[in-house]
Nanobody, 126 residues
Framework: QVDLVESGGGLVQAGGSLSLSCTASGRTLSRENMGWFRQAPGKEREFVASSNRIGGNVYSVSYADVVKGRFTIARNNAKNTLSLEMNSLQREDTAVYYC????????????????WGQGTQVTVSS
C-alpha cells in the first residue's frame, strides 16, 4: 500500500506562483514512474507532467503543452517527495491537482496509475 499526500495548493492571483509537493509513504519513489494530473470542475482528469524512470536515478520528464515552460516537475529522492513548481498561473489552471505513481510509463495520453493522492485544490483568480 502506498499513501500519497499532496500539499501546497491554495488561492493565487493570475500571474502568480505556487509549489505543490507530494509525499509518499510505503514506497521508495525514486524507483517509480510518477506524475501530476489535474481535474477542473466538469472536466475529465488530465495529464500535467510526468517523471519516468529510465534507470538508476535517471528520469525523463514531459509536460502537457498547456503548462510547458510554466510548470516544473522535480523529485527529491532524499525526502521521498515529488514537486510541481507552477509559475505564471492562469485561471485555466484552476483544478484539483493529483499526484500519481505507476509501475508503467506515464505518458500524456497513455497511463495506468497504480496509486493516486487525495488531491489538492489550486484556485487562480483574475
Amino acid at each position: 500500500q502506498v499513501d500519497l499526500v499532496e500539499s501546497g495548493g491554495g488561492l493565487v492571483q493570475a500571474g502568480g506562483s505556487l509549489s505543490l509537493s507530494c509525499t509518499a509513504s510505503g514506497r521508495t519513489l525514486s524507483r517509480e514512474n510518477m506524475g501530476w494530473f489535474r481535474q477542473a470542475p466538469g472536466k475529465e482528469r488530465e495529464f500535467v507532467a510526468s517523471s519516468n524512470r529510465i534507470g538508476g536515478n535517471v528520469y525523463s520528464v514531459s509536460y502537457a503543452d498547456v503548462v510547458k515552460g510554466r510548470f516544473t516537475i522535480a523529485r527529491n529522492n532524499a525526502k521521498n517527495t515529488l514537486s510541481l513548481e507552477m509559475n505564471s498561473l492562469q485561471r485555466e489552471d484552476t483544478a484539483v491537482y493529483y499526484c500519481a505513481v505507476s509501475s508503467s510509463r506515464i505518458g500524456e495520453t497513455s497511463y495506468e496509475v497504480d496509486y493516486w493522492g487525495q488531491g489538492t485544490q489550486v484556485t487562480v483568480s483574475s
